[in-house]
């Protein structure tokens, strides 16, 4: 499909509007675990954002020399968004979506 938006780190962009608000984040939350979050685009499917999130810890866990991981808690939600997809003077369409955000607590073992 055209609108996906590719596995990239939260933030990072070179589109416009909801593309830079999609991808992964982490941060460490303990000795060797990491929270592992990512947020899909508007036209991403649940299960692709999941994958995605398996996906970073995999490289997370390897980045910091690991060999493996274990998955200590999920976590799934929903962000609804809106933008205007027409406006005139008096006269304005909301567009409503909604996007995929899942979260892991790792243990890089």
């Known amino acids: 499909v055209g609108n996906d938006v590719p596995y990239k780190k939260y933030g990072d962009s070179t589109g416009i ?24 685009g508007v ?13 970073r810890a995999k490289e997370l866990c390897k980045e910091k020399e690991f060999s493996d991981y274990i ?25 409503q979506k909604s996007q995929s955000i899942y979260s892991l607590d790792v243990e890089c073992k």
């Open 71 to 95: 998955i200590t808690n999920t976590s799934t939600d929903r962000a609804s968004v809106s933008s205007d997809s027409f406006g005139m003077t008096n006269y304005k369409i909301q567009d």
């Open 17 to 40: 509007g909801f593309a830079s608000k999609v991808g992964y984040s982490d941060f460490s939350i303990g000795n060797n675990k990491y929270k592992v979050t990512y947020v899909g």
């Open 43 to 55: 036209y991403d499917s649940p299960q692709k954002v999941m994958e995605f999130t398996y996906k």
